[in-house]
């Protein structure tokens, strides 16, 4: 009779917290997405900076049925002067295009994947950005804004100003240490 009250007391308890536990999850899922995509815009900029590439660094967004997805890359050169980027949407053999005759192909830095079943979301205000020239400056002074979400545990806003440097923000929900957005 004791070992049965006992074992329905710990039932009551493991109802009661594991959908609080689910959720911390999520959270700690979104927070580490957020702060991989801040080291790698950061890793963008510096990257520019260190090498001084003519054609670029550039971070590039997309989205599957299975997954969201972003890369950091150097641009090549198709020989006429115009920028190849890569796209982490396509297949893996043509994540990033070749240089053609002539032209410098776009290599890799970092891909990052993130699975429709993890219940984490990336949406970004622009596809694509790249830095340019000697200042790692963004590609027409352009900006980024990306949102990082989870099915109800809020969301987290990670973006670049316009000299290219990231900071983030809660939006939703309490992340620890991440401040909330004004």
């Known amino acids: 009779v004791e070992l049965m009250v006992t074992l329905g007391i710990v039932a009551v308890l493991m109802a009661i917290a594991l959908p609080s536990m ?3 999850i999520v959270r ?17 900029r510096s990257h520019q900076l260190q090498t001084r590439l003519d054609t670029g660094t550039g971070i590039n967004f997309g989205t599957t049925d299975t997954k969201t997805c972003y890369i950091v890359y150097t641009r090549g050169n198709g020989g006429g002067g115009n920028p190849i980027n890569c796209t982490c949407a396509a297949e893996a053999a043509k994540v990033c295009g070749d240089g053609g005759e002539g032209g410098i192909a776009p290599a890799p830095l970092r891909q990052v994947d993130i699975p429709v079943s993890s219940g984490v979301r990336l949406s ?11 200042n790692a400056m963004p590609q027409g002074n352009g900006t980024l804004e990306i949102t990082v979400a989870g099915e109800s545990a809020g969301s987290i806003r990670v973006s670049t100003n316009e000299a290219g440097l990231p900071s983030m923000c809660s939006v939703s929900g309490s992340f620890g240490s991440i401040a909330h957005c004004p």
């Not at 700690?28 to 963008?44: N, Y």
């Not at 970004?124 to 000697?134: D, I, Q, S, V």
Request: hydrophobic share 50%; no cysteine; aromatic share 4%.
């Open 124 to 134: 970004a205000n622009r596809r694509f950005l790249a830095m340019l020239g000697t």
């Open 22 to 24: 689910r959720e911390l």
């Open 28 to 44: 700690k899922r979104l927070e580490g997405t957020a702060q991989a995509l801040m080291t790698d815009l950061r890793l963008l």
